[in-house]
């Protein structure tokens, strides 16, 4: 039996004897010996042991005071008391003082040797039971690190673990997660599962991880998913790839966009330029000066594309700020709506009007972006608006700010659409089989401007019928009206 014991008894005789029995008994036992119960404390400061035997009655400090200390030093260890014989009171104090066992003597060997080995099995597994412990705790302290997410799924289908990482990504907390069925917790897990490779054991090229999508609160998170069983369930570790994905798509999407956007004015601008070029052709002076406004034109529109594409790359990395100054709210609207009526003076059938009260004047901010914005949602209202229509541009005063209302009676945007609308090279009508063209970037643009302006762009619409842009923009109460007060601070 392996295991290293003390032996603490003022007998020499003892001390001398019972290590030599014992030793023949159980083989391999280290055996330390002290004469005294400080020497013993000395010693147990030292060493963890795996029992601890003493006498009772010694000189000095006593066995139920080395009892006491041991207790305190090592409360695991298990302590044997020997006893004189008929010193019952002694032993049964000895018990209540926490000792593992006591012997009387003279020493039954077959006893102490047993009540020994108990003792040292007891200590071996208790050890056992620690280190166990220390690595649980070691490995549940990784997982609330990784960045993995990592759950535990139990064999009836119940959520047994659920990391701050599985949190961070699904926005689940573990009190929503934890003791609940996966597939109430995680809809559409019943359909993933199965497609999720698990393996037999952790570790390299065991299995690969899955992408699954999971939709969760009306978001679709793409996961990479693996699993690794175990005895009582399986334990799955996950990574999200939405914003990969995410981006990829974007990168798609930007790619056609752009490409599409560019190759049809740069087709006029050739064509016009190949035309003007030929030497067979008598062109007179109108014909010519229709093909050179076409490539001012078409030109003009590569520029603007350009922009766009420019512009949101600022606003993307946050080298963009507004200007603050006061400035005429209402002249500002006013001259919006002019300079679009006239550009949009050519289609008869709209028409833009515009309500705008008195108490509307100076407000403070950056009147070139605002009116980037009026003029990006008027321009779609018109170009969405292919069967004409009336179109209505409101500025009203709130509580809390000034709202800007653009309203159109155009085709309208189906419900799926209207939250995506505002995100990056995101159109409706991309194959544009009703023919108008646009970098999807308009609406992302002045969603950026208006949150930059502290305010919210809003849409609501219904196909077919029309749609209504709303800005909401926190412009302080007394500014409006108040344009001196506003000035002077600017
Ligand atoms: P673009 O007009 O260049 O495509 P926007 O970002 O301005 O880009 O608009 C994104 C998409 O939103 C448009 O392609 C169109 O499908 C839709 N949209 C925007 N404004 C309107 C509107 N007033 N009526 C209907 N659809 C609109």
Redesign the pocket.
Known sequence: MSGRILLVDDDAALLDALPKALRLRMNGLQIDTSETAFDALERIRETDYDAIVSDIKMPGMDGLALLHEIRELRPRTPTLMITGHGERDLAVQALRGGAYDFVQKPIDRDYFVASLERAIELRRLARQVEEQQIALERHARVLEHVDDGVFLVDDDGFLQHWNPAAHAITGIRPDEALGRQAETVLPGWEVVAPLIPVGAAPGPGSVEAKVVPLELDGRELWLAVSGVSFSDGTVYAFRSLTEERALDELKGEFIATVSHELRTPLAAIYGSAQTLLRTDLELDDSGRKRLLDVIAQEAERLSRIAD?ILFAGKLDTGQFSLGEQGFDFRTLAQDVVEEMRSAFAAQENISIELAVPDTIETVAGDPDKLRQVLI??I???V???PDGGRIEVAIEPREAGVRIV?K?E????APP?QRR??GKF?????DLTRG???????????RELVRLMEGRLT?S?EEGK??T?VVDLPVPAQALGAGDAVAQTA
């Open positions: 766009e990006n949602l321009d779609n209202a170009k969405y608006s653009v159109d155009g085709i309208g945007i659409h609308i505002f995101y159109r409706v009508d991309p108008v063209g646009g970098t999807g970037l308009g609406l992302y643009i002045c849409v619409s029309g749609s842009f």
